[in-house]
């Protein structure tokens, strides 16, 4: 199984995971629940008039985490802004359920944000952990 392949199984494992971000040394952690795949690469969305977003702008570092039944996983990494129409129209129609009402393809402060330079770390309790580069 390819890195985003297995990346996306775990996401998809659960309903919500847990998005941390750091602006001036002061952690924020919110639930997320919509991700995607689009040219090889995980993308998460937002809206632009979020803090999350202006956070994201300031600092793209970021931290993901969920428990499982059987342990839990992070993802630690870099989220990057792609402002193009076709990435927007992949989380949408992925989507389609948890999207709608909330993000659309064509509202300018609907934005996306794919992972660069990221780790997943897959922890089960006695067994040792699982890090994937993605």
Known sequence: MDNIKKVLE??????????????D????????????DFEGKVYLVTKKQKNVYKELKENPYVAVARATGHGYFRIYGQLIED???EAREKMYNDNVELCKGKYEVDDESTAVFYFKDATLNLMEHGKEPVVIEF
């Not at 775990?10 to 602006?23: E, H, K, M, Q, R």
């Not at 040394?25 to 995607?36: I, M, S």
């Open 10 to 23: 775990v996401l998809d494992s659960v309903d919500v995971f847990y998005l941390a971000t750091s602006v």
């Open 25 to 36: 040394g002061k952690p924020n952690v919110r639930p997320f629940d919509v991700h995607t």
């Open 83 to 85: 402002d193009r129409r």
